[in-house]
T-cell receptor
Framework: GAVVSQHPSWVICKSGTSVKIECRSL??????MFWYRQFPKQSLMLMAT?????????EQGVEKDKFLINHASLTLSTLTVTSAHPEDSSFYIC????????????FGPGTRLTVT | AQSVAQPEDQVNVAEGNPLTVKCTYS??????LFWYVQYPNRGLQFLLK??????LVKGSYGFEAEFNKSQTSFHLKKPSALVSDSALYFC???????????FGQGTELSVKP
């Protein structure tokens, strides 16, 4: 149980375009979802926390107009990278928790974004 | 402030030898501690956690970790390393106030035959 999927697993887009990444909890309802960014062989950097039906809470330094997060249902959250640039190329990982403030997080497999 | 430190960027071990990946933490209150493993281009896989109870925690794939409150450490161990254990390992602490995990910088484990 507690499976989280991400789609796509990898995506290449041209500079200036937008790309959407989906995160789904397959067998539980995710009250809270988290979006992380990871550079090669580095740690996970939390970008934002989203609760179903509410606006996402962004970490300091993360541009909320560039990284749009929507958590419209208890099983789906999306991250849209708007007007992507090569420096946005990264590995994006989502995680989901069944309850807000609970330590159990289940991680998705990640999405590799390359902006050319 | 809550923080986690993994003092070693890389650990090299020969197959069959014991391995230790170090982690120290700084939290206010009781720590909720975790170890995750990441293989290339993959998400994080949960290995084990310490919430309360016995200081020695056993987890997946033969890994275990020892919670040491006086040294504020939570080192990951395995008695006999396998080549397939080669991966990136993350220690994390749950920050109760923010409801989020704080990760260490990661340690790359390399097990050679």
């Amino acid at each position: 149980g507690a499976v989280v999927s991400q789609h796509p697993s990898w995506v290449i887009c041209k500079s200036g375009t937008s790309v959407k990444i989906e995160c789904r909890s397959l067998d539980f309802q995710a009250t809270t979802m988290f979006w992380y960014r990871q550079f090669p062989k580095q740690s996970l950097m939390l970008m934002a926390t989203s609760n179903e039906g509410s606006k996402a809470t962004y970490e300091q330094g993360v541009e909320k107009d560039k990284f749009l997060i929507n958590h419209a249902s208890l099983t789906l959250s999306t991250l849209t990278v708007t007007s992507a640039h090569p420096e946005d190329s990264s590995f994006y990982i989502c995680s989901a928790s069944a309850q807000t403030g609970v330590y159990e997080q289940y991680f998705g497999p990640g999405t590799r974004l390359t902006v050319t | 402030a809550q923080s986690v430190a993994q003092p070693e960027d890389q650990v090299n071990v020969a197959e069959g030898n014991p391995l230790t990946v170090k982690c120290t933490y700084s939290v206010s209150g009781n720590p909720y501690l975790f170890w995750y493993v990441q293989y290339p281009n993959r998400g994080l896989q949960f290995l084990l956690k310490y919430i309360t109870g016995d200081n020695l925690v056993k987890g997946s794939y033969g890994f275990e970790a020892e919670f040491n409150k006086s040294q504020t450490s939570f080192h990951l161990k395995k008695p006999s390393a396998l080549v397939s254990d080669s991966a990136l390992y993350f220690c994390a602490v749950f920050y109760n106030q923010g409801g989020k995990l704080i990760f260490g910088q990661g340690t790359e484990l390399s097990v050679k035959p």
